[in-house]
């Protein structure tokens, strides 16, 4: 099955600083990458998604690539904030037997100082 | 647009008792709904995954008979965790979808439901 592989674990970064949070795949098949951000005590909430046909999405102060030969894709967050601080997720998705299986990382828990 | 919500947000219940949590889709059909366990700290991981109308499948390791999953409408599913006991307590977190089976589509979760077993 798929494996998702999603470093760093954890992530302080100064206000006003970027982040960059990577994660690999195994699975060539996988064709979606959503990127969810976790705030304590909520569920995961999506903030960027990318698909295998798109190199590169961006939306204001967040962007994502994706790699689809290393099978690497990555979030980068830019002039970040303290509200930005949360435990990110990626995932990797594919159809599989008639719907969608998502595999997320482990995720990264990202404190941003002021 | 694509909200989906969970009830209860928390509860609290004795050992051997039964409990049932709530997933809905508030604004959108959702032909696809999924069931996570997330213990502190640690990432999402799939217990179910229900469409409308048919049986839930389960991961391998989860119990079926444990954990019931009900797809009654296309805005609701519950999972019902059934005599339950202290090490079934965790966040439970619903996630549906709105596309057909078998297309690339966007996962929308739930708040989240906390499940503490005395």
């Known amino acids: 099955g798929e494996n998702v592989e999603q470093h760093p674990s954890t992530l302080s970064v100064q206000e006003g600083d970027s982040a960059v949070i990577k994660c690999t795949y195994s699975?060539?098949?996988?064709?979606?990458f959503p990127w969810y951000k976790q705030e304590l005590g909520k569920g995961p909430q999506l903030i960027i998604d990318?698909?295998?046909?798109?190199g590169e999405k961006k939306d204001q102060r967040i962007a994502v690539t994706l790699n689809k030969t290393a099978k690497h894709f990555s979030l980068h967050i830019t002039e970040t904030q303290p509200e930005d601080s949360a435990v990110y997720f990626c995932?990797?998705?594919?159809?599989?037997?008639?719907?969608?299986?998502?595999?997320f990382g482990i995720g990264t828990k990202l404190q941003v100082i002021p | 647009g694509a909200v989906v919500s969970q009830h209860p947000s928390w509860v609290i219940c004795k050992s051997g008792t039964s409990v049932k949590i709530e997933c809905r889709s508030l604004?959108?059909?959702?032909?696809?709904m999924f069931w996570y366990r997330q213990f502190p700290k640690q990432s999402l991981m799939l217990m179910a995954t229900?469409?409308?109308?048919?049986?839930?499948?389960?991961e391998q390791g989860v119990e079926k008979d444990k954990f019931l999953i009900n797809h009654a409408s296309l805005t609701l599913s519950t999972l019902t965790v059934t005599s339950a006991h202290p090490e079934d307590s965790s966040f439970y977190i619903c996630?549906?979808?709105?596309?057909?089976?078998?297309?690339?589509?966007?996962?929308?979760f739930g708040p989240g439901t906390r499940l503490t077993v005395l």
């Open positions: 699975d060539s098949a996988s064709n979606y």
């Open positions: 604004d959108f059909q959702a032909t696809t």
């Open positions: 229900s469409n409308e109308g048919s049986k839930a499948t389960y």
């Open positions: 995932a990797a998705s594919k159809s599989s037997g008639g719907y969608q299986k998502v595999t």
């Open positions: 990318i698909r295998s046909n798109v």
């Open positions: 996630s549906a979808r709105s596309q057909p089976s078998g297309t690339t589509d966007t996962q929308y």
